[in-house]
């Protein structure tokens, strides 16, 4: 079972405050992805990568960076937060050549005050 | 507009009883997966699929590209398949899973 490992796994933080969501895959999975979850929307895609150096925009990347350091890690950023962040932010990764299953962290749940 | 389209939004169940979710797809969908979100909110893989069929014990998925929707049956719904089902999308080659919005699942005794 592939290994996907976010932290922190629950965070506060004031509006406009500065907030890293980490990510790291054991697996050498090609794709990673930052999603968020909010009621009435399922998963909207925030950004991907199919590499180290990589970042692909997915459908909600306003207000969102993201760094893929390493194979390995995979970043998500908020520079100013905002209240509109405030939700719970999956990272995921699959192996490439497209129809290879999803693997999913555990989530890391944001409030932004 | 919705690229996945997920039906019922909710659904209460009796034990022992069966059920149909299904998503419809406005794209081009090659591939469909299945995921349980158990109420921790951790994200479990219940069925990956290309055109076709698969079962897994009490649960069984099938996956008609030509009419762009797929189906998740549960039989003999038990306690522990109480969660939110979500349903995603690949449109072919492109490596991004579209996700529905999902159905919250409550089997009750």
């Known amino acids: 079972e592939a290994a996907v490992t976010q932290s922190p796994r629950n965070k506060v933080t004031v509006t406009g405050g500065n907030v890293t969501l980490s990510c790291r895959q054991t697996n050498s999975h090609n794709y990673m992805y930052w999603y968020r979850q909010d009621t009435g929307h399922g998963l909207r895609l925030i950004h991907y990568?199919?590499?180290?150096?990589?970042?692909q925009i997915g459908d909600v990347p306003d207000g969102y960076k993201a760094t893929r350091t390493t194979q390995e890690d995979f970043f998500l950023l908020l520079e100013l937060a905002s209240p509109s962040q405030t939700s719970l932010y999956f990272c995921?990764?699959?192996?490439?050549?497209?129809?290879?299953?999803?693997?999913f962290g555990e989530g890391s749940r944001l409030i932004v005050v | 507009g919705d690229k996945v389209k997920q039906s019922p939004s909710a659904l209460s169940l009796q034990e022992g009883t069966n059920s149909a979710l299904r998503c419809n797809f406005s794209?081009?969908?090659?591939?469909v997966q299945w995921f349980l979100q158990n109420p921790r909110g951790s994200l479990m893989n219940l069925f990956y699929?290309?055109?076709g069929t698969k079962e897994n014990g009490r649960l069984k998925s099938a996956f008609d590209s030509k009419e762009s929707y797929s189906t998740l049956h549960i039989r003999d719904a038990q306690l522990e398949d109480s969660g939110t089902y979500f349903c995603a999308a690949e449109a072919g080659g492109y490596n991004v899973l579209y996700f529905g919005s999902g159905t919250k699942l409550t089997v009750e005794p």
């Open positions: 995921a990764s699959k192996q490439g050549n497209s129809g290879n299953t999803l693997y």
């Open positions: 699929l290309v055109p």
């Open positions: 794209i081009a969908a090659t591939t």
């Open positions: 990568s199919y590499g180290a150096g990589n970042l």
